[in-house]
């Protein structure tokens, strides 16, 4: 019954038309917008809780390539303005996000158009350098090559040390692959070469891709809208659990620079341009680089700073999910814990009626669902746990 | 899981149960109860094939007193071992549970293409010759000469089979066509023998229609198989075309000829037995004076299969006097043979009953009926009498003598057809004379009064009352079940206009219009944009894809389509779509997108599924009515409105909508599956046809989409991009 409202609506029209998001805002007494019903809400909450928090191995040190299809049917403009945009939207923000969250990782880009996969940039860990240079080379044409894309991939990733993970994101917008051989093969060399395949498809499930993620351990997914896309892509941050072959323990080599001193002038070896008083030194070589993480161009070590290590840390020891809490309205002990342990704002929703909220296993402090969200995915460890 | 369905305790293999297979079951246990027939439809992909086993093998075992034998008849042998692997799963399950009392002899039977493991046998290429190798091997008079010289090559399959005698048999278990084959090299027992033999003992038979179905091999269980026995039929939607096919016979001028070299050599085989050996003629001779049953002293590898589909009376009935000798008989034949040319000689499109024909042959040729109904037998023994192998060299006149038969046998729901050219082609000769049965329910009658309960499954029976009386039985019951999903796999359409809104069909007079030839072209361009993988498309008949192809071809939509997907098209060259299939389906796995051109009645429509990936999208242009003019139609549905009330309006809408929706159902083959439908006609959104599609699809066909033009194809194809 909605098909007739919805004709002539486009996917990112209609996930407003849908949602009526405005009508599910209310104003509450001090003139903050709140939603009315928090299902939508509670529901992400719960799909998050869903997801396993063992201590599992992971890969820190991964290298990915995002593989972006730029074939005729990223012209499709069925996500607005076109699927292109989109995806150039959306992996801007996912490069920023993905070194926040994976410091000591790398990315590169790849595009395909007109049945060629060329490499757009490589293996680095700058996220300015990469999205200046996506934005610089949107355009669209052609057919979509699959192979010729994990053929260009595999080549590039096969020569990365044996510690790091390697991986493929692939962006897809057609619904076809012209290849220029078996596909099949390729795909069995990537498996070989340990290579993590997934694939976000733009328009619908396509079986070569559900074969290619299902074969190389990567996962597959279709994005119905913008939102679900973003959803999806932001997906692929957190890093996967390590592959099983990889999982020996060994050590690698890293240095840990100095920055240099203010007012110091020097040539930067990765710009080859003079800078004064920025960049960092490489404790092997000496040599001048702008920016961490990276590899010193000079002599090869893998430069980071300590911070960085401990960004990634938490993604071993995930804090515990916590529990949800069904409130007793008549138990005292629960009256003097009536306020969320993070932000202090009272945890009884509009109406005294108390609202759904949550509990850290261990300290046992009670949470808002804001701060569960908070302490989950941005802090990384618990203040009541911490302030015990 | 274990249950009890009122008072039987079921095994089922699995965890869980779908709801319209625990209603199939019950469905299908009060018809074993009431002992009576029963038509159930259910949807592919619902497990229709293990409920029915799990139901049918457990009723068995909670009921000890009365061992019911199953008789399982699929279509293909492809689908025999599928079965018989299900029911291996559901065994094991079973005598897991129950211990060894659960045992139980499974077996599939096939032909001895599929069985034999003599490798020189089976370098035979067709079903035919493998017979004849076979019985150049194993004919009794073959065995008999080859002790005394040894340079006689016999099969050693065979001789260790008979050798071991009542101590071959099989210990219980489920035999596929392949553990068969192992079973008969590991022990070096001929499997086919062994198989038919042990088809008596066996709690569960899977075989192909034609064994029960097919008079002239129907044979073989007929005297094997108990009462008590529950027959399926497994994808019997076309059963009525089976029955017929199984008593039609078609004479050619080939045909003519071949069975006047097929009379001469015999001719010399007499003159050779009369130098050699006069008394094993004259001994036959006798035998048929005494009327002796002919096959009741001669050892099973000889033995001819009988005829179920005869009236009774003509098996107690002395062969007559004129044909005992054999060089009456063959007189006979020549006469009959000799009249039959005569009448493909016609210039007219001619069409008579068996009534008046008989009478017209015993005018000019001098048979009369009676003679005429023992041909078949009477050439059998004469057959088996000079010793002849090689009887894949005899079709011909065993052709002739199935027709002498059948038209000396039956009076009515048969019809004669002469025609002198065929209809689409009237400057090209070629005559044919044709025998066709109008009534299904001759050749399945025997069945529905011999066995217990026969059971007709499949997954488009709609309408289902319509079958009852195709097949003249009366179901206990009758019933169509849906298929419950957990969310919408498959979206049907009826699309009715094109994109400039002018009504798109395949009806005689628009089918030339090439606005509408455009229409669907354009449509399948917007589809292959926006369709992932396989997409697979029914045309109504070989020559209209043809023209549309053609007409495609010079407007540039065929590459525009090939910008997309590559085309594959089904021709009536078996080689050529099997190779085309085969390439086809490489595209799809490979991730290039392929558009399979395929006809509605074509072999493709009939067996290949197109499931998962292979067919995302289904279009059907225009509804497959058969072709109205046929000579052979219009006499079977005079007869069917005279003899069953059966409107002609009303026959072929329903054959052409379940060819559709079979089409169609070539998608969705489980229900992890998924895929769009679309009609593409405008006779599909008036009710008379659209209720006549199965439940399934109707369940599932909006009230939105019944009326759509391709640019509202398009967006709710988009739409349900979703669900891609």
Not at chain 2, 347 to 365: C, M, Q, R, W
Not at chain 2, 509 to 524: E, I, Q, T
Not at chain 2, 526 to 552: H, K, L, N, Q, R
Request: charged letters at 25%.
């Amino acid at each position: 019954e909605d098909e007739d409202d919805n004709l002539g609506l486009e996917a990112w029209e209609r996930s407003y038309a849908d949602d009526r998001s405005w009508e599910a805002l209310q104003e509450d007494e001090s003139g903050f917008l709140r939603p009315i019903d928090n299902s939508a809400f509670y529901h992400a909450q719960y799909r998050r809780r869903l997801r396993t928090t063992a201590r599992i191995q992971k890969g820190l040190i991964r290298y990915l390539y995002i593989v972006i299809d730029l074939s005729r049917a990223a012209a499709e403009m069925d996500f607005r303005p076109s699927r292109m945009a989109v995806v150039a939207k959306q992996v801007e923000a996912f490069v920023r996000e993905f070194f926040d969250q994976n410091p000591l990782s790398q990315i590169g880009l790849v595009t395909v158009k007109d049945g060629v996969a060329n490499c757009l940039t490589d293996l680095g860990g700058s996220p300015e350098s990469h999205i200046k240079a996506l934005m610089g080379k949107l355009g669209c044409s052609g057919d979509s090559s699959l192979q010729n894309a994990l053929d260009l991939v595999q080549g590039l990733l096969s020569q990365i040390p044996s510690y790091g993970h390697r991986e493929v994101l692939i962006l897809y917008s057609a619904l076809s692959t012209c290849d220029p051989g078996d596909i099949m093969e390729t795909i069995q060399k990537c498996k070989e070469s340990k290579i993590r395949c997934s694939v976000i498809g733009l328009s619908a499930e396509m079986f070569i891709c559900k074969h290619l993620c299902q074969d190389t351990g990567g996962s597959y997914s279709v994005a119905l809208d913008e939102s679900h896309f973003k959803e999806l892509i932001m997906e692929h941050a957190p890093p996967p659990p390590a592959i099983a072959e990889f999982a020996i323990a060994n050590l690698i080599k890293m240095g840990f620079p100095q920055r240099a001193g203010e007012g110091s002038i020097s040539i930067c070896s990765c710009h080859k341009e003079v800078k004064v008083g920025v960049g960092y030194t490489c404790p092997r070589c000496k040599a001048r680089v702008c920016e961490l993480p990276t590899d010193c161009r000079i002599c090869g070590l893998q430069l980071v700073s300590s911070p960085h290590l401990a960004r990634s840390y938490h993604h071993l020891f995930p804090i515990a999910p916590f529990d949800e809490v069904t409130p007793l309205l008549n138990d005292p002990r629960n009256r003097s814990r009536s306020t969320c342990f993070g932000c202090q704002q009272s945890l009884l929703s509009s109406g005294n009626k108390p609202g759904l909220y949550v509990a850290c296993p261990k300290c046992k402090k009670h949470f808002c669902l804001e701060c569960d969200i908070y302490i989950h995915e941005s802090l990384h460890n618990c203040p009541g746990c911490e302030s015990l | 899981m274990i249950f009890k369905l009122e008072d039987v305790t079921v095994y089922f293999p699995y965890d869980n149960i779908y709801p319209e297979q625990y209603s199939y079951m019950l469905e299908l246990k009060r018809a074993l109860d009431a002992k009576g027939h029963c038509l159930l439809e259910m949807p592919t992909g619902t497990g229709k094939t293990i409920a029915l086993l799990s139901l049918i093998t457990s009723y068995v075992l909670s009921k000890p007193e009365n061992p019911v034998k199953l008789i399982y008849c699929t279509r293909t042998v492809h689908e025999m071992e599928k079965t018989l692997a299900e029911l291996k799963l559901l065994h094991n399950y079973q005598t897991r549970h129950l211990g060894p009392a659960a045992k139980i002899l499974a077996i599939g039977l096939s032909s001895r293409k599929n069985l034999c493991v003599n490798s020189r046998v089976l370098a035979a290429e067709n079903r035919d010759s493998v017979d004849a190798a076979c019985r150049k091997r194993t004919a009794s008079w073959v065995r008999a000469l080859a002790a005394e010289n040894p340079n006689i090559e016999t099969c050693e399959f065979f001789e260790n089979y008979e050798k071991a005698a009542s101590a071959a048999v099989l210990p219980p278990g489920v035999y596929t066509l392949q553990d068969l084959r192992a079973f008969g090299k590991q022990q070096g027992w001929c499997p086919y023998f062994l198989a038919r033999h042990m088809v008596q003992f066996a709690n569960v038979v899977v075989y192909s229609y034609q064994y029960l179905l097919d008079p002239k091999v129907a044979g073989i269980i007929s005297k094997e198989m108990q009462k008590e026995s529950v027959v399926v039929f497994d994808e019997a939607h076309n059963i009525d075309n089976v029955c017929i096919e199984a008593l039609s016979v078609s004479v050619r001028r080939q045909t003519l000829e071949g069975a006047t070299r097929n009379l001469s050599r015999i001719n010399q085989e007499i003159e050779r037995f009369k130098a050699t050996d006069a008394g094993r003629l004259r001994a036959e001779y006798n035998r048929l004076v005494e009327g002796l049953a002919l096959r009741g002293n001669l050892p099973i590898a000889d033995a001819w299969l009988s005829n179920p589909a005869l009236p009774s009376d003509i098996l107690k009935e002395a062969v007559p006097g004129n044909i005992r000798r054999a060089e009456h008989f063959l007189h006979v034949l020549r006469r009959l043979v000799q009249y039959l040319r005569g009448r493909l000689e016609t210039e007219n499109v001619e069409k008579e009953g068996p009534v008046s024909f008989v009478a017209s042959i015993t005018a000019h040729a001098g048979i009369d009926q009676k003679t005429l109904r023992f041909c078949y037998e009477r050439l059998h023994s004469l057959m088996l009498t000079l010793e002849i192998t090689d009887t894949d060299e005899f079709l011909h006149i065993q052709t002739i003598c199935d027709f002498a038969t059948l038209v000396g046998t039956y009076t009515r729901g048969f019809s004669i057809i002469i025609e002198p050219f065929d209809e689409r082609m009237p400057h090209i000769p070629d005559p044919v004379l044709q025998l066709s049965c109008h009534d299904a329910s001759l050749a399945v009658k025997p069945v529905f009064d011999r066995f217990q309960s026969v059971v007709i499954t499949s997954g488009t029976l709609s309408p289902i009352d319509l079958y009852p009386r195709l097949l003249n039985f009366h179901p206990v019951v009758s019933r169509s079940f849906k298929m419950s999903l957990t969310r919408d796999c498959i979206c049907p359409m009826v699309l009715t206009r094109g994109s400039d809104q002018l009504p798109v069909s395949t009806k005689f007079d628009m089918r030339s219009d090439p606005g509408v030839a455009r229409n669907y072209g354009k449509l399948l361009v917007e589809m292959v944009s926006i369709v992932p993988d396989g997409i697979v498309c029914f045309f109504v008949s070989y020559s209209y894809m043809d023209e549309i192809i053609a007409t495609w071809n010079d407007s540039g939509i065929l590459k525009e389509i090939m910008q997309h997907k590559l085309v594959f098209i089904e021709t009536q060259d078996v080689v050529e779509t099997t190779l085309a299939l085969d390439n086809y389906r490489k595209a799809c796995d490979c991730g290039r997108g392929a558009v399979f051109f395929s006809v509605a009645r074509g072999k493709v429509a009939e067996g290949i599924d197109f499931d998962r990936h292979y067919g995302r999208l289904v279009i059907m242009f225009g509804v497959p009515f058969q072709y109205t003019l046929s000579k052979i139609l219009l006499a079977r549905l005079e007869y069917l409105r005279d003899t069953f009330q059966i409107k002609e309006g009303d026959f072929l809408t329903f054959d052409a909508l379940r060819q559709a929706a079979q089409c169609v159902g070539r998608v969705i083959r489980s229900k992890a599956d998924y895929g769009m439908m679309i009609f593409a006609d405008k006779r599909y959104s008036r009710h008379d046809k659209r209720s006549k599609l199965p439940g399934w699809i109707l369940s599932h066909l909006r009230d939105a989409h019944l009326n759509l033009s391709t640019d509202m194809a398009l967006h709710i194809a988009r739409e349900v991009g979703n669900f891609y």
